[in-house]
């Protein structure tokens, strides 16, 4: 089974500020047909979880450019550049190249 | 538009079989790729994958909850139903179900369902 581990588990940011999420694989998540499926996504307090990004690196529809996804193999980060109050919540990250597994997730709140 | 939404008991017993179903529209398993998945949360606690369904019945589940469950779905109705058996008091979560296309996992999650294992 593939293990998802992110870092931290929980990050105090300062409205206005970047923040920065590690996801890291314990096998490689590149696939045969050569993409690697790392998605990562945003559950707000009392709602249902939200898909930020697929592949990676590719922003789905309505989500603000100031998140962005990078990485390869078996580090991944995902990066807020500007973090504004809508933006607390916890956030996951997901393979979808060997099975399915989640990261524990990632606490952000506002300093 | 794509939905999804979630219905089932909200109390089970311990021991007892839990059967799930997710109903969705705007897109139909008639699509080659689509998929639906189940994911579930306890309370307070991480995502957990539980088992996917595609359009040509592929099945998926997670290795660790194999044993205890059964997807199945129904082309004609928009409908997919998960089957949990023996359930424990761990297993209080909300369950969700979720949206795939081919390994494009979970873009549309229904709104969830709270299922409380109790006495």
């Known amino acids: 089974d593939v293990v998802m581990t992110q870092s931290p588990l929980s990050l105090p940011v300062t409205l206005g500020q970047p923040a920065s999420i590690s996801c890291r694989s314990s096998?490689?998540?590149?696939?045969?047909?050569?993409?690697?499926?790392l998605n990562w996504f945003q559950q707000r307090p009392g709602q249902s979880p939200r898909r930020l990004i697929y592949?990676?690196?590719n922003r789905d529809s309505g989500v603000p450019d100031r998140f962005s996804g990078s990485g390869s193999g078996t580090d991944f980060t995902l990066k807020i550049s500007r973090v504004e109050a809508e933006d607390v919540g916890v956030y996951y990250c997901?393979?979808?190249?060997?099975?399915?597994?989640f990261g524990g997730g990632t606490k952000v709140e506002i300093k | 538009q794509v939905t999804l939404k979630e219905s089932g008991p909200t109390l089970v017993k311990p021991t007892q079989t839990l059967t799930l179903t997710c109903t969705f529209s705007?897109?139909?398993?008639?699509?080659?790729?689509?998929?639906v998945g189940w994911i579930r949360q306890p309370p307070g606690k991480a995502l957990e994958w539980l088992a996917l369904?595609?359009?040509?019945?592929?099945?998926w589940y997670s290795p660790s909850l194999k044993s205890r469950l059964t997807i199945t779905k129904d082309t004609s109705k928009n409908q997919v139903v998960l089957t949990m058996t023996n359930m424990d008091p761990v297993d209080t979560a909300t369950y969700y179900c979720?949206?795939?296309?081919?390994?494009?996992?979970?873009?549309?999650w229904g709104q969830g369902t709270l299922v409380t294992v109790s006495s």
């Open positions: 979720a949206r795939t296309y081919y390994r494009n996992q979970f873009q549309y």
């Open positions: 705007g897109f139909s398993f008639s699509t080659s790729g689509v998929g």
């Open positions: 369904i595609y359009w040509d019945d592929d099945k």
């Open positions: 096998q490689s998540l590149v696939y045969s047909d050569g993409n690697t499926y």
């Open positions: 592949k990676v690196s």
């Open positions: 997901m393979q979808g190249t060997r099975s399915v597994t």
